[in-house]
């Protein structure tokens, strides 16, 4: 179908690095996973998937594990 899906690692603050790499790489479209949750909003997107979606434009597809 013409997909193409790339890794990338970053170093540091995750939700900063995943925000630069969707930037830098020009990425759009994103897949995260989520687990670990505390509240309610946890539960719902995750703490690093919460900062993330604020940071950037494009697409994400929750992976609930």
């Known amino acids: 179908m013409g997909y193409e899906a790339k ?3 970053g170093f540091g603050n995750a939700p ?3 925000a630069r790499i ?4 020009e990425i759009d ?5 989520v687990h670990g949750h ?7 997107f995750g703490t ?3 900062a ?3 940071k950037t434009k494009v ?3 929750i992976v609930n594990s």
């Open 48 to 50: 690093t998937l919460d």
């Open 52 to 54: 993330v979606r604020h």
């Open 38 to 44: 505390k509240g309610i909003k946890d539960v719902i």
């Open 16 to 18: 900063h690095e995943i």
């Open 22 to 25: 969707v930037k830098d790489e």
């Open 59 to 61: 697409p994400i597809l």
């Open 29 to 33: 479209f994103l897949v995260m996973g």
């Open 7 to 9: 890794d990338k690692i």
